[in-house]
């Protein structure tokens, strides 16, 4: 596991959370980051992600409300999340490749931190 994901907690629906992930071992300016989630009784669904030129894209769901950015000097990513829904609760994880599409092929997850939005 090289990824370690903070920030996570509850809130009331309309709140906002912002998540942090490291690496001790991707850096943000040579990888493309990711942030992930999986829901009770869910499947692990991406959420957004940044490529290393800073392009961003993002699941339908949260367009408009998350806000996926980095900070190449401290390697961390960010996930800030506003107006915030139940439906967002979940376990959100994140994750590195040297392709945005690989992304999606890793096996290698963190602990993730956990998320709860209460109505």
């Known amino acids: 596991v090289q990824m370690s994901e903070s920030g996570g907690g509850s809130v009331q629906a309309g709140g906002s959370l912002t998540l942090s992930c490291s690496s001790s071992?991707?850096?943000?300016?040579?990888?493309?980051m990711g942030w992930f989630r999986q829901g009770p009784g869910k499947v692990r669904e991406g959420v957004a992600h940044?490529?290393?030129?800073?392009?961003?894209i993002y699941e339908d769901s949260v367009k408009g409300r998350f806000t996926i950015s980095k900070d190449n000097a401290k390697n961390t990513v960010y996930l800030r999340m506003d107006s915030l829904k139940p439906e967002d609760t979940a376990i959100y994880y994140c994750?590195?490749?040297?392709?945005?599409?690989?992304?999606?092929?890793?096996?290698?997850w963190g602990q993730g931190t956990q998320v709860t939005v209460s109505s």
């Open positions: 994750a590195a490749a040297s392709a945005c599409w690989r992304l999606y092929e890793n096996d290698d």
């Open positions: 071992l991707y850096t943000a300016s040579n990888y493309c």
């Open positions: 940044i490529d290393t030129d800073g392009t961003t």
